[in-house]
């Protein structure tokens, strides 16, 4: 309860999350930041479904601008929120920042205009757990739920920390808190941030690393196949999940294993259509630069 009460302290400093009706409606905010309806006409890309995980706000290593950007772009009739949403670990080194708050906003806005959003709470935002069965701001809070395709594939969809004690070694790699992660984290932000000057599109360090010790690959395909068994058990077609950091859409037995990746390393999401074909959708875009550019950078499809 106390840590709920400084995350509504930290909002009340920065200002509210979202503005007004009346002053959307006015298109000002109160903290005299652009008003999202003012922003330059954009590709809106619609979706059934889109399902995102571990975005760990609150900590330095949130990509918050390009995840911002992506809730711009995207649209769906129903978001879900996988956990690790807010990194409830890192209230003693908070971090928050005006791309932080962009991307509560974005939510909330999707919430305004309608869209479904349903929050399963992961273990970094553990606290939100005592919220089970309530809405809050208009998000409904759950343990784990089953999502039906448009082709009606049952999907179990929960965040998949249950699973770390099962599997039991090589543990570094699902903790950010962890030393050698999170510096890899850190020399992984520098090279974004030098690449956005240089107007790259983003690339992960630690997520190449990550890829490349084989301890960590081992973790991960024994970690999907613990989750499948799971699934499976429950007499479901299918389980989205998020926690390792690892996007991935594969079959494992008789079971679809989604994995919807994070916005610390890897930025993505799973999306479903209107049709309820399922794809990984990783949002590498090149951020303007601080000189304003003619045409808007268009966002860029990587095929996972
Ligand atoms: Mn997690």
Redesign the pocket.
Known sequence: MQKVARILAEAARHGNFAPKTSERRQGRDPRGLPPLENRPPRAVRRHRTLFIS?IHLGTRGCKADLLADFLAHNDCEVLYLV??IVDGWQFKRWYWSEAQDRVVREVLRKVDEGTEVIYVP???DEFLRDYIGRSVAGIAVVRETVHETAQGVRLLVL???QFDGVIGCAKWL?HVGDRAYSLALRLNDGLHAIRRWLGLPYWSLSAYLKRAVKNAVEYVSRYEEIVARAAAQRGVDGVVC??IHHAEMRRIGDILYLNDGDWVESCSALAEDAFGNLEILRWAIAPPRSVPQPAHPTPAFIPA
């Open positions: 571990d956990g690790d992961g273990n970094h965040h998949g920390d699902a998020g926690h």
